[in-house]
C-alpha cells in the first residue's frame, strides 16, 4: 500500500492518480455528464472549476479529474455516516469459507440450518465462518465493507438483479442487519429493535455506490497491468455504473430532502 493511504478515501484517490484513460471509464463517465460535479478543466486562465452543472461536458475533462471530482464531492457528503472499522474490503463469495456441513445445510434451506447451528455451534464463542486474503483490508466505514458484501452478490458477471436493495422493508436486508447487530453487541436477535435495523440498513443505503466506484477505478488500472484474461476495461465501466446510479438516487432523496 502506498505511504500516507491509510484509509478508503486517501488509497482510493491515489488509485485515481495512476488509472489510465480507457474505454469502459470514459464512456460510463460521458453517459452520465448531466450529473458530474466537474465542469471546466481547461480555460484560458488555466483554472479548474467544479460545481453540480447539467451543462458540463465530460468531453473537456480527463478521466481521472472527473473521478477525483466525484471522490470528492462525496466523501464530503457520507464520510461522517457510518463509523470507521476494519474493513475487509473484498467480502465476495469466494473469501467467505464455510464448513462442509454448514454448507449442505444451506442447501437443504432454513430450517436445517437453524437446526445444525443450533446443535453444533451455538456453544463455541469462535464462528465457524472465517474470512480469508485481507490484502485490501484498510480503515473504512462500516456501511461500505457491508455494502461492498451486498454488491459482490451480482458475482463478476455483473448480474445485478442478485444485488439485495438497501430498503427497510426487504426482509433479507433485514434478517441480515438483525444478525449483524446481533453479533456486534453481544445480544440476541429478539433484543435489537426494529429502529436499530431500520437504521443500520439506511446507513448501508448511502454508501450503495462507493462500491461501484472503488472497484471500478480498481479494474481501470488492472486493464493496464494484469496478466489475467479478463476484460477490465468492460468491468470497470460495469462498477462504475453502479456510482451513477446510486447518486441519482442520492440527489433525488437530497431534492425530497429525506437526508
Not at 466525484?70 to 473484498?90: C, F, N, T
Not at 472503488?214 to 493496464?224: F, H, L, N, P, T
Request: charged residues 20%; contains cysteine.
Amino acid at each position: 500500500m502506498p505511504p500516507k493511504c491509510s484509509d478508503l478515501w486517501s488509497l482510493t484517490s491515489h488509485w485515481i492518480e495512476i488509472c489510465p484513460e480507457i474505454e469502459g471509464l470514459i464512456k460510463v463517465c460521458s453517459d452520465n455528464k448531466d450529473i458530474q460535479q466537474l465542469t471546466i478543466t481547461h480555460s484560458t486562465d488555466n483554472t479548474t472549476s467544479s460545481s453540480n452543472n447539467n451543462n458540463n461536458n465530460s468531453n473537456n475533462n480527463s478521466v481521472r479529474a472527473i473521478l477525483k471530482a466525484e471522490l470528492d464531492w462525496v466523501q464530503s457528503q457520507i464520510s461522517s455516516k457510518s463509523p470507521i472499522v476494519a474493513s475487509h474490503s473484498d467480502l465476495l463469495s469466494g473469501n467467505i469459507i464455510i464448513p462442509n456441513d454448514i454448507s449442505e445445510a444451506l442447501n437443504k434451506g432454513s430450517e436445517a440450518t437453524e437446526k445444525l447451528l443450533k446443535e453444533k455451534y451455538s456453544q463455541g464463542d469462535q464462528s465457524p465462518i472465517s474470512f480469508i486474503d485481507y490484502e485490501y483490508m484498510i480503515k473504512a466505514p462500516r456501511a461500505f465493507d457491508i455494502s461492498n458484501h451486498f454488491m459482490e452478490w451480482q458475482g463478476f458477471n455483473c448480474d445485478k438483479d442478485l444485488i439485495p436493495k438497501p430498503d427497510i422493508n426487504n426482509q433479507v436486508m433485514r434478517i441480515w442487519c438483525r444478525s449483524y447487530l446481533s453479533a456486534f453487541t453481544s445480544s440476541t436477535s429478539s433484543k435489537i429493535s426494529d429502529a436499530d435495523v431500520d437504521k443500520l440498513i439506511n446507513e448501508i443505503a448511502l454508501y450503495y455506490g462507493v462500491p461501484g466506484f472503488y472497484w471500478g477505478v480498481w479494474a481501470g488500472i488492472q486493464s493496464g497491468i494484469s496478466l489475467i484474461d479478463f476484460d477490465y476495461s468492460n468491468y470497470s465501466g460495469e462498477r462504475l455504473i453502479e456510482y451513477w446510479n446510486w447518486k441519482r438516487w442520492f440527489l433525488k432523496l437530497k431534492l425530497n430532502s429525506k437526508i
